[in-house]
């Protein structure tokens, strides 16, 4: 008896990628008030506003550190005392929401609305803005709820360690050495007063509004200039932005943490910015030591030594310049060693970048934007950041252009020129007390103790 073999269809392979580019838009002005960018993506019902403010954390006025954070957040409780859960209430209505922080570079206010809500949105963050409380019983009780955050973030080691890092790498007097959203001294001394005058002199003229989504049939511009069209500054300019660049060191800092099981290392240096012809080269130099679970620091550290669950490499954005971090959490009894080996494989690209690790980096960030940038919260979010940090509107575009035009030799050469090995801040969080003596013995300078 013949046994008949069904005829199974050939196993599908993966086919060329789609070409992609990223988004463009049309830019606009509003007299006397912020510039436009609208991104018109079809299919993308609901739209997403981004504001940018130039008044982020960078241009506090001194003494007072985090009223840009707190200011965020005042936005938030609407035009009345104690108004936050009903101007939530009013903007669920509509199947829209409100959200507002601030970082070192801007202040910012995203809004997300379903197009055919997207006017009435508009307009209650045009009331919002045009009018906001910001009343003394609403910043103390932010105060207090910012106080319970800080002691939250300290009590977390990486959060600790990125601050140590920032304290370090910059000099005292700077903005950037110090916590974004103030220091528990700072944040106390805040006042309505203080958040008022802040936000009065967050001038219009200096923001961007960007608003992407399916704009088919939509007047953008006409909405974005009746929101902001009469808004306008009522105060002295603010401080310009502190653009104080990192100090390279070495610098080896333990934070003591008596009784940790782990340790967290945070290794880093200063870079340019992405104004920077080598900010993609450098991405993807970071991608190869540490974006995955193939990279140099986890085949290393994770896979061979079993030190850690995980390590990873990347670039903090600042408007005026960037930072080169490596970071993860080890064994405390093998914190020394694993000191060495990360640094070793920091070191590491200095001696050559392979065609297959190169391209894997590229291929890893670059083909993975259509699915990162798929909806219009992630367009115009990106949009908006590049006008925030004068780049441009046509930025992310060349940006992934650059990253693709990436090589081997570009990486080590660029590598090596922003990334010095011998100038390198190494913060170690853990218990000082079994960690200190074998780091002092690695040789690398000496070891700096501060409390945790």
């Excluded at 609305?113 to 009343?135: F, K, Q, S, Y």
């Amino acid at each position: 008896m013949t046994t008949l073999i069904p005829d199974f269809p050939a196993r599908p392979v993966p086919g060329p990628i789609p070409p992609w580019a990223f988004p463009t838009g049309t830019e606009g002005q509003i007299p006397g008030g912020p510039a436009t960018l609208r991104c018109d993506l079809p299919g993308r019902r609901l739209a997403a506003v981004r504001l940018v403010l130039d008044a982020g954390a960078g241009r506090e006025p001194d003494g007072l550190d985090g009223v840009a954070t707190l200011t965020s957040r005042a936005l938030l409780e609407g035009t009345e005392p104690g108004g936050g859960t009903r101007l939530a209430a009013h903007f669920e209505r509509i199947g829209a929401s409100l959200h507002a922080f601030a970082d070192l570079t801007a202040l910012r206010v995203w809004l997300d609305a379903p197009v055919t809500r997207l006017g009435e949105a508009l307009e209650l963050l045009a009331e919002v803005l045009g009018g906001p409380a910001l009343a003394d019983s609403d910043v103390r009780r932010l105060v207090r709820e910012r106080l319970e955050e800080i002691a939250q973030e300290d009590a977390d080691p990486g959060s600790r360690a990125m601050r140590e890092l920032r304290a370090r790498l910059f000099p005292d007097h700077s903005r950037p050495a110090r916590p974004t959203g103030g220091s528990p001294d700072s944040v106390e001394r805040l006042t309505g007063a203080d958040v008022r005058a802040f936000f009065a002199a967050a001038s219009p003229a200096e923001a961007t509004a960007v608003i992407a989504g399916d704009l088919t049939g939509v007047a953008a511009e006409d909405l974005l200039t009746s929101a902001f069209g009469g808004w306008r500054t009522t105060a002295a300019p603010l401080p310009a932005p502190d653009t104080t660049p990192p100090t390279p060191g070495p610098r080896l800092v333990v934070v003591d943490r008596p009784g940790s099981v782990q340790s967290y290392l945070a290794i880093g240096h200063g870079v340019p910015g992405r104004a920077h012809p080598d900010w993609p080269t450098l991405t993807v130099a970071c991608h190869v030591l540490g974006g995955g679970l193939t990279s140099r620091l986890n085949a290393l550290l994770r896979e061979e030594k079993g030190y850690t669950y995980g390590m990873r490499a990347g670039l903090l954005r600042m408007r005026h310049c960037g930072v080169f971090i490596a970071q993860g959490a080890v064994h405390t009894e093998v914190t020394a060693d694993a000191v060495t080996d990360a640094l070793g494989a920091l070191r590491s690209v200095l001696d050559g970048v392979g065609d297959g690790e190169c391209r894997a980096s590229v291929s890893a960030l670059a083909d993975r934007a259509p699915a990162d940038y798929e909806t219009s919260r992630a367009v115009a979010s990106e949009l908006a950041d590049a006008a925030a940090s004068g780049l441009g509107v046509d930025y992310p575009r060349r940006y992934l252009d650059e990253l693709r035009a990436v090589t081997p030799e570009r990486i080590v050469r660029a590598y090596a020129e922003h990334v010095s090995q011998d100038a390198l801040t190494v913060v170690v969080v853990g218990d000082a007390g079994k960690i200190r003596g074998p780091l002092e013995d690695l040789g690398q300078g000496s070891v700096t103790v501060v409390e945790g």
